[in-house]
């Protein structure tokens, strides 16, 4: 506690006598710069009324925000362009080129988070563009994720995953995985070369060429090659095929075998005990968030988005000298309780701190990058998995085995989505199904089904090609970071109330301005490696202690 005081107080003084000491230059930056902080947070609260979680916000309408939106972008642009070309500080060239990026980003009118407007039909259209066949399929996948037969009645595709993992029987089980493919035809249609998700992965292969893709941003947020992630990404996979035994597993059940964890303690987590015992366990890490003042939509719904997702409500800055807290919101389509969605909830949670513990100036007041960010939300994420961590929040727990097979059964299914993706963008014309049921097999012992799409799971798959990247190579950073939080502040799975404050002194704080591979060279003392990783996933082939 003593130290978070002291860090706050120091930004403070660093910030007036930054003030005092502002060239004419300095000065004008910072103008720009609150205009900016405006405009950010207009489109935040806009996003926000977009989901559903409220109709206005202090006061003001979404027309309202609308009209704020509009004001403060066109005179961010007027203002930035005014601004002589050098002659800045190194920290206001770098707020300014961040401030230029993310303005690009803000669209002129706003879309609902995760479902932008267009038609699925648009789809089947081959005169698309990249952005327009993208925006195509995210409908369709919404409008299939949400609306799910199953057994006479409708559920969404979180509740299918859920199922998954705990249907007993077999034939059941089967035909809950089976439910899902109007979406993988929506997708993928039946597979054949110029079916939606392949036109697609066409244009995010040249887009790729030309900008780089999402593997290649991952690549250096972790501070290696391409090839190196290519090479990690089978390390991982192959550590998982070498402590498992060689038995085919039909897709349908992969789940199932490793969420024993899952269903031993399914009546110990029902669904209206996710939030408390995630607000819980983030307390005894030092962070109350409710006293952050994070908001929450937590049900299922129609039109909402099919996943669950962090975001901006506000963005934290300094008012007269006094620092105005980040508010963030987690938005979730939970049905149904048990430790999957507990540790996806935990997971947003992260995310949370993650935004909370920010203190920088608004041009950095933003996620420190997609493959830091994802890696750091399991941090404490993956504390669920730990029997010390489920004997003090659930009361009961498994044996260490049984729970790190669930856990690595759900990481190892990202890491393999991620040479699926990585390979798809090196050679797009490659056969989808195909590639996906060769490293599902090779891997995970899963018997081969190139007649589905059935890896069409993740909306991350269509909205944002590559992706899926972030959690995969991100686990061995999650890996990493609790592996030295442990050896620098101790065992936190039972919680310790420094946690917080530790992290938002030492890694998180600085939102964008250090990108990840500073972050991570900075606190490890040495570039990332998959060894932590590699050490875990090889404890679920050790003799029980
Ligand atoms: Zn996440």
Known sequence: ????????????????????????????VAEVENIYADLNDAFSIITTIDSGLFTSYRGKDRAAWEQVYREKRKEFSERMAKLPSLGFSEND?????????????????????FSPGGKCQDASRKDQDYASLRTALLVCFTENANNVSFEGGKINRQSVLDLLH??????????????????????NGNNEPDSPYRRMMAMAAADAVKHG???????????????????????????WRQVNRDEPIEPWNFSYLGA?????????????SLQPVNQRFYQD??????????LYDLDPGLGKAPLAYTDFVTHGRMVDGNWQPTIARVSA?????????????????????????????????????????EAFADVPGWSTYEPAWQRRCLGRETSEQVSLRALYAVVVLDVAWSLFELRMLHAPGTDPNVLWSEITNRYLHIVPHPELSWWV??????????????????????????????????????????????????????????????????ILGRPVSPQALLNQIHRIALPPK
């Not at 506690?1 to 000065?27: E, P």
């Not at 430790?339 to 935990?346: D, H, K, P």
Request: a negative charge; aromatic letters at 8%; charged letters at 25%.
């Open 213 to 239: 893709s999402e593997v290649d941003a991952a690549a250096r947020d972790a501070g290696v090659k391409t090839a190196d992630v290519e090479q990690w990404l089978e390390q991982i996979l192959e550590a």
């Open 333 to 373: 389509p939970y049905a149904r309780g048990g430790l999957f969605v507990l540790n996806e909830l935990v997971h947003e949670n992260g995310h949370v701190v993650n935004l909370t513990a920010i203190r920088n100036r608004p041009a950095f007041l933003d996620w420190p990058g997609d493959l830091f960010g």
């Open 457 to 522: 799971l993740r909306e991350q798959l269509v909205d944002t090609p590559g992706y899926m990247v972030n959690y995969g190579l991100g686990a061995v950073l999650t890996a990493e970071m609790r592996q030295h939080i442990r050896e620098a502040l101790g065992p936190f799975d039972t919680g310790d109330p420094r946690w917080y404050p530790w992290l938002g002194e030492h890694l998180l704080r600085y939102g964008s301005e250090r990108d990840s591979r500073t972050l991570m060279q900075d």
């Open 93 to 113: 060239a770098k707020a300014l080129g961040a401030m230029r990026t993310r303005f690009a980003a803000l669209s002129e009118t706003i879309s609902a988070p």
């Open 260 to 272: 024993e964890a899952d269903r031993l303690l399914a009546t110990a987590i029902q669904r209206e």
């Open 1 to 28: 506690m003593t130290k978070y005081l002291a860090c706050v107080f120091l930004l403070v003084c660093f910030a007036s006598t930054a003030i005092a000491g502002m060239t004419a230059d300095s000065r004008q």
């Open 166 to 187: 705990e249907i007993e029987e077999p034939e059941r089980r089967k035909a809950v995985f089976l439910a899902l493919a109007p979406l993988w035809q929506a997708i």
């Open 285 to 294: 890490l030092g962070a109350d968030l409710q006293q952050l003042g994070t």
